[in-house]
Nanobody, 121 residues
Framework: QVQLVESGGGLVQAVGSLRLSCADF????????IGWFRQAPGEEREFVAAITWSGGSTYYADSVKGRFTISRDNAKNTVYLQMNSLEPEDTALYYCAAGRFGITPNDYYYWGQGTQVTVSS
């Protein structure tokens, strides 16, 4: 069983940066591809970025390409999402998920509880 815990969210001003972390305390997720999604109030859950189990391939939504970077350290059972040049439109609850290397929520089997990111203008 994979249990994911996100951290690193908070309140930041526009053009600022945050780094989110996604940790698996069961230490099994090195076998899984990991995705980050976000959901703003009243909106559907939206794909942000994904990384394969080895870290060899990554994929980004167009809206974050060039600003966000996904990476992983399997020795630490942690995946990171470095978010730079944040915009108010990035405000959302951010989730990490483990599963297939895909861009839809149905591609992922295990989900964390989310961490809130709020970007002020």
């Amino acid at each position: 069983q994979v249990q994911l815990v996100e951290s690193g969210g908070g309140l930041v001003q526009a053009v600022g940066s945050l780094r989110l972390s996604c940790a698996d305390f069961q230490r099994t997720f090195s076998r899984y591809n990991i995705g980050w999604f976000r959901q703003a109030p009243g909106e559907e859950r939206e794909f942000v970025a994904a990384i394969t189990w080895s870290g060899g391939s990554t994929y980004y939504a167009d809206s974050v390409k060039g600003r966000f970077t996904i990476s992983r350290d399997n020795a630490k059972n942690t995946v990171y999402l470095q978010m730079n040049s944040l915009e108010p439109e990035d405000t959302a609850l951010y989730y990490c998920a483990a599963g297939r290397f895909g861009i839809t929520p149905n591609d992922y089997y295990y989900w964390g509880q989310g961490t809130q990111v709020t970007v002020s203008s």
